[in-house]
Structures are given as structure tokens and as C-alpha cells.
């Protein structure tokens, strides 16, 4: 198979786990359940926007690469694109980035209001866990569900994604060098990355070995991901992003591209994302292609 042949197997194989993604999350809720008409569609509004679906696309990646099912691996994929979303709306309220927009849309306290945005959010982080237990009706074991749930309730609560927003809240301004960034990236973009592939693996009955394997990976794109952003946000099409550019300039927001270079932060992006793909080639997963081929991906994105 040629490169291009590849490249095209590989979109068509995203395309796939995009739309099982978007099908499932489409009905996350049970039919029977009576939610308040404006919350419900206040949270569908955030959680059916699109995106690339990125953290849900790794959990079902990793599941893959042990031989999971994807069926017993979609209820954790979709739990953690719920405490993305959840993020993203609150991370937008006025007293936080106090964005307009979000992937070309109102964002969702310009729609609903401060009060139902901040409910919203509150409704898909909790619904996240019912998911996770939802698990086990497809065979995953209950040992492994309870590790899913200790995963996700640390790496997106205050010792993870919550409290790199807040150190990102608080501490941005001061921060004079690289580490000081990385450290709250890590926690902000990449424990919940590091979540999505866990609780694929953990679904598909993964060793510790892989385990841990993963996290290097987790991190690594994550960090990745990161810096692409930043220096997306310098030289991106806004079409392509569906937000303005240069907004980190504009809020004077310390950047990789701000303390590396532009240059530099392109090419820490290609050595995370190597680094990323050599611990997944060292740890003996049974089909690997998929996530490295994910990892370049990434670090090629241009949105």
C-alpha cells in the first residue's frame, strides 16, 4: 500500500469512529428520562456541535490495538467527549476566557445564558460517570469500571484537567519559562487525553505494561497538541478553526511560539510526537498501526 493509499485508509478509518461517535452520542441519554426541555437542549447544543472528536477517537484507538471490542469501549469514548464539552462551556463563560464563539457557533452562555450553561455543564460532567458504569452491561469487568471511574475522577477533577485550569487561571501571566507552561498544560489538556486512552485499554483488558505505555504516549500527544495549538492560533485559517486567530496575542497569553519561537515549538512538536510513538511500538501491543498513525495526524492537523 502506497503512502496516499494509507493516508486515505486512515481518514476513511476516522470518518467511521467519528460518526459511531456522533450516533451514540446522538442518543446519550435515555429515552425515558425527563429532563428539563432547556437543559436538555442546552446541552445538546454544546455536545452535538461537531469537532474532531478527538479524545473519544484515542479511547476507541486503544481499545483497538489490544483487540477490543469497539462496542464495549463506545460508552467511556463518549463519557469523556461529555467532560470535554463540559469544559468547553464553562471554560467560555464570562468569568473565565469570556469567548463569543466555538467552533464557528455562539457559544452556549450567549445562547442560554450564564446560569444554563454553567447547569449544562454541570448535567454532562455527571451524566460522564453514568456512562463509565453503563460499561459493564457490555461485558467490561467491574474491576476495570472502578478503574475507569478512579481515572476519570482524578485526572479531570482538581488534581488533573480542573486544576490545570485553574493554575492556567490564576498563574499564566507569570509564567518566565517552558516547564512552567508544560506543567500546566499537562494537567489542563493532557490528563484527560491520558483518561480517553486509558479507558479504552482498561476496556479491552490492558496490562500494566500498556498501561503505562499509553500515559508516555498520552502525554506526549497531548503536549504535542498543545503547542500545534499555539502555533495555530499564529499561522492557521480561521475558516479551517472556526475562531479567530491570533487571540493568545491579543490576551497577551503566555505561548510555546512566545518563550521557544516558532520554529523550536515546531520541532518539539515532531520530537513528543516520536516519543509518543516509540513507547506504543515498545510495549507489544497486538495491532499499534492505528495510534501511531494517529499520532502523526495530530502533529499535522490544521485545525
Not at 273 to 281: H, I, L, P
Request: hydrophobic share 40%; glycine share 8%.
Amino acid at each position: 500500500m502506497t503512502m496516499t493509499e494509507k493516508s486515505i485508509a486512515f481518514r476513511e478509518y476516522l470518518a467511521d469512529r467519528v460518526s459511531r461517535v456522533e450516533t451514540e452520542l446522538a442518543a446519550v441519554w435515555p429515552t425515558d428520562w425527563e429532563i428539563p426541555a432547556n437543559l436538555e437542549e442546552s446541552m445538546k447544543y454544546s455536545l452535538l456541535a461537531g469537532g474532531k472528536r478527538m479524545r473519544p477517537i484515542l479511547a476507541l484507538t486503544a481499545a483497538e490495538a489490544l483487540g477490543g471490542r469497539l462496542e464495549a469501549a463506545l460508552p467511556a469514548a463518549c463519557a469523556v467527549e461529555l467532560v470535554h464539552t463540559y469544559s468547553l462551556i464553562h471554560d467560555d463563560l464570562p468569568a473565565m476566557d469570556n469567548d463569543d464563539y466555538r467552533r464557528g457557533r455562539l457559544t452556549n452562555h450567549k445562547v442560554y445564558g450564564d446560569a444554563m450553561a454553567i447547569l449544562a455543564g454541570d448535567g454532562l460532567l455527571t451524566h460522564a460517570f453514568y456512562l463509565v458504569a453503563d460499561t459493564a452491561r457490555f461485558g467490561v469487568p467491574a474491576e476495570a469500571c472502578l478503574a475507569i471511574v478512579s481515572d476519570l475522577s482524578r485526572l479531570a477533577g482538581p488534581l488533573g484537567m480542573v486544576g490545570g485550569q485553574a493554575a492556567d487561571m490564576e498563574g499564566v501571566q507569570g509564567i518566565t519559562d517552558a516547564r512552567q507552561l508544560q506543567a500546566i498544560h499537562t494537567h489542563k489538556t493532557g490528563d484527560l487525553i491520558v483518561f480517553s486512552l486509558l479507558a479504552g485499554a482498561r476496556c479491552a483488558g490492558a496490562d500494566e505494561r500498556q498501561l503505562e505505555a499509553l500515559r508516555t504516549y498520552g502525554y506526549s500527544i497531548g503536549l504535542a497538541f498543545q503547542i500545534q495549538d499555539d502555533i495555530l492560533d499564529l499561522t492557521g485559517d480561521e475558516a479551517k478553526l472556526g475562531k479567530p486567530v491570533k487571540s493568545d496575542e491579543r490576551q497577551h497569553k503566555v505561548t510555546y511560539p512566545y518563550l521557544l519561537g516558532l520554529e523550536a515549538s515546531r520541532q518539539r512538536v515532531v520530537e513528543l510526537t516520536e516519543t509518543a510513538k516509540q513507547a506504543v511500538c515498545d510495549a507489544g501491543f497486538p495491532s499499534p498501526e492505528r495510534l501511531l498513525e494517529l499520532a502523526d495526524y495530530l502533529m499535522n492537523r490544521d485545525h
